[in-house]
């Protein structure tokens, strides 16, 4: 994946014509789109394929089973077009393994959770997700999810997979976190839904903040 504008839309609409629209007005301004259950469910399968033409698409599965099912949800994922795929990490070592299998068989990437950007996500994940970071590093994920909504927890998680694996951060906007703030404390992408799909203009809203991750970075990309 591309990190020219470090910025990845959550594509969580429901409807097929609205989610080419929108990803065509803000090609530009991302690096990927994620979609999950929402509009995959919604539209079916092939909106993978679609999206596809406008940027790489991250399967947002949240994949979470023993191995063997995993094997076979990733399959499909990738079958259909994905270019990435994101798996929960708290199944263990083993369920991770098998992911990570598939898609390099595919020549794909994988993204494990290690802790949810909601209230929530404080409760389990949080105390494990030192311990899951540390998993993804071994097993050679390629990144990582951690919480836009607290850029300290993303500075912890920096520090123990180093320059090692990348991080994609959701919590943008919608959920309070800051896209610069992110980014400082470490963050390859951030991951931005509502505040983009539901905004007056896609387009207007996913330029503001890529301006405003460039500034951050002030051109050290
Ligand atoms: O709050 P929004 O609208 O900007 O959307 C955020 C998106 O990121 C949404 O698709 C949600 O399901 C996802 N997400 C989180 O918000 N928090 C998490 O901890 C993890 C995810 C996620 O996508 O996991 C994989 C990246």
Not at 63 to 72: E, G, H, K, S, Y
Not at 76 to 84: I, K, M, N
Not at 105 to 125: I, L, N, Q, R, T
């Amino acid at each position: 994946m591309e990190k020219n504008t470090h910025m990845i839309l959550a594509m969580d609409v429901t409807d097929r014509e609205e989610a080419l629209k929108i990803a065509e007005d803000v090609q530009e301004f991302v690096d990927a789109i994620k979609v999950g259950y929402p509009l995959i469910l919604a539209t079916g399968l092939d909106i993978i394929r679609d999206l596809a033409e406008f940027a790489p698409v991250i399967a947002d599965f949240k994949v979470a089973d023993i191995p063997n099912t995993n094997r076979l949800i990733c399959e499909q994922v990738f079958e259909a077009g994905a270019d990435a795929v994101i798996v929960q990490g708290f199944t263990g070592r083993d369920s991770l393994d098998a992911c990570i299998e598939i898609a390099s068989e595919y020549g794909k990437d994988v993204f494990v959770v290690s802790e949810m950007s909601h209230p929530g996500g404080a409760e389990f994940m949080q105390p494990i997700a030192e311990a899951i970071a540390k998993m993804a590093l071994e097993a050679r994920a390629f990144g990582l999810v951690a919480p836009a909504t607290r850029p300290e927890r993303v500075k912890e998680i920096r520090k123990i997979i180093r320059d090692r694996l990348t991080i994609i951060s959701p919590g943008v906007g919608a959920q309070g976190g800051k896209a610069s703030d992110v980014i400082a404390a470490g963050a390859d992408w951030v991951i931005v839904g509502r505040s983009i799909y539901k905004a007056e203009s896609p387009k207007e809203a996913a330029r503001e903040i890529a301006e405003e991750i460039q500034a951050e970075l002030g051109g050290k990309n």
